[in-house]
């Protein structure tokens, strides 16, 4: 059902945003020249795919966990996308293909060992990664792996169709944040 619930969240999304995504793109080129961010995460049962967002950051960030780049590295148009949650939209694409979810685990990056061993150890990769989820609704980000990675299980541990709706209705209403950038 939660599946069913993907597809259609995502496509509606795709279609009825999509002046909204051609906006982005168009202010996107003038910001950075380059307004989509594609990169290597983990997916379910540890299976790379290619993640898709607005780029918030210069072209020439290094690639690495938020919490590990300097918070001078991000755009303003970057911290209007990054605080309105708008750079996740192309994420909506990862929804769509199957390897993502509304609901789920953030996906990591490969580089993130420690995160990547306490996931695994407690079966978080049984699961498509999401958009939102526990974590993001409270404000747990990559820079606390072992909690993350427990957070995350705890999720998976009740998740539900009620659960499901909770943790979208949450994050619309703008509870949480997305990774901080180091100041």
């Given at each position: ?18 002046p ?51 918070e ?13 949650k ?7 694409w990862n929804?769509l293909?199957g ?5 789920g685990?953030r ?5 993130q ?22 974590a ?6 990559m820079s ?30 703008g509870?949480?944040?997305g ?5």
């Amino acid at each position: 059902m939660i599946r069913l619930l993907d597809v259609l969240f995502s496509f509606f999304g795709l279609a009825f945003g999509a002046p909204i995504i051609a906006l982005l793109v168009v202010r996107g080129f003038f910001d950075t020249g380059s307004p989509i961010f594609a990169q290597q995460r983990v997916g379910r049962e540890q299976t790379p795919f290619t993640l898709y967002k607005f780029r918030t950051m210069a072209k020439e960030t290094q690639s690495a966990a938020s919490h590990l780049v300097g918070e001078v590295s991000i755009t303003e148009y970057g911290r209007l996308l990054r605080r309105t949650k708008l750079d996740e939209l192309p994420q909506l694409w990862n929804v769509l293909k199957g390897e993502m979810s509304l609901v789920g685990p953030r996906p990591g990056l490969y580089n993130q060992l420690e995160l990547t061993e306490a996931r695994e150890k407690l079966g978080v990769y049984k699961v498509r990664p999401g958009i939102t989820g526990l974590a993001q609704v409270n404000g747990i980000d990559m820079s606390t792996p072992v909690l993350l990675a427990e957070t995350d299980a705890k999720m998976i541990a009740m998740y539900s169709l009620k659960t499901y709706f909770k943790l979208i209705i949450q994050t619309v209403r703008g509870n949480g944040q997305g990774d901080a950038a180091v100041k």
